[in-house]
Every structure is written in structure tokens, then in C-alpha cells.
């Protein structure tokens, strides 16, 4: 009868291995590494941000396989200001995502879009349907992408953006 044999490396300082053999018809010998790297995330963070005035949008995402995390905040110099979350998926060049913030001392929720164009992203413009504190587009198919224009800017230090007055 022949043996399988497998060994296996446990660590990547000292390598020991151990033999395992199986009865079986395969007479190949298997050898699976172990690897002690770190496994890398698959989540790509990028931030944005315009400036109009002043008046600015900040935006940080989190990009895990197409599934679209991250903070928002409108600061507004003489109308209201909100901050919140954003939830979403990407579809091809388009984020769709859930726009969930703090403003005047409310919760609310509002549908938001973006279109991807390289390093910018330009942010949809329609008409809005509202059902309590939820805000979504009425009708997709005709939404505009000429809303706010952000640029891609490095994520060094974003967050004191989001937080400062």
C-alpha cells in the first residue's frame, strides 16, 4: 500500500513539520506552508472633499468589494450643517448610498448617488420623495450629476475634519 504524506510548517521562525500518513492509492506528497503574514483587508478607504466659500463636504468611504461604508458632513456656513454616516453599494461607476446624520437635533436618512469620474465624485441631484424622517430619489432613471463636485484628497488626519468647528 502507499502513503500520503503531508507536512505542514507551523511557524515562520523555526520551522517544524509533522508527518501524517494516510493509506490510501496516492503516492504524491502535499505540503502546505503556513504563512504567518498578516492578512491584508480588502477594504480600500478613500476621502474627498469640496470647498465652495465657506461652505465645504467632506466624505471618507470605505470600500470592502464593492460594499461602501464610511462619514459624511455637510458644513454649512449659514445654513445648517449635518454630519452622519453612509451606507451603500457600488454599481459600475455609480456609489448608491444612505446618507444617515445629525441635524438641527434630528435623525434623518436621505438616498444619495454618486458618479465616479476618476479621482471626482460628483454627487446627483433630483427630485425627492419623503416618508417621515426618510428622504429617497422619486424617480432614479432622471437624476442629474451636477451636484456638488468632490476631489479626491489624501486620508492623513481626515478625521479632524469631521470634527472641527
Known sequence: MSALTISLFLSCEKKTSETVNVDGSLSDTVVIPASNEPVES??????????????????????????????????????????????????????????????????????????????????????????????????PSKLKYDGHQLQQIDCTNFDKKFTSK
Open 42 to 139: 480588502s477594504t480600500l478607504q478613500t476621502c474627498y472633499m469640496e470647498a465652495i466659500s465657506k461652505d465645504s463636504v467632506f466624505l471618507s468611504l470605505d470600500d470592502n468589494l464593492g460594499t461602501i461604508t464610511g462619514k459624511m458632513r455637510y458644513k454649512n456656513f449659514e445654513k445648517d450643517s449635518s454630519f452622519g454616516d453612509v451606507a451603500g453599494i457600488q454599481n459600475a461607476d455609480t456609489l448608491k448610498l444612505m446618507y444617515t446624520f445629525e441635524s438641527e437635533g434630528k435623525t434623518s436618512d436621505r438616498e444619495i448617488y454618486f458618479l465616479r469620474k476618476g479621482d471626482k465624485l460628483m454627487e446627483a441631484t433630483g427630485e425627492y420623495t419623503t416618508d417621515g424622517s426618510t428622504s429617497k430619489y422619486t424617480n
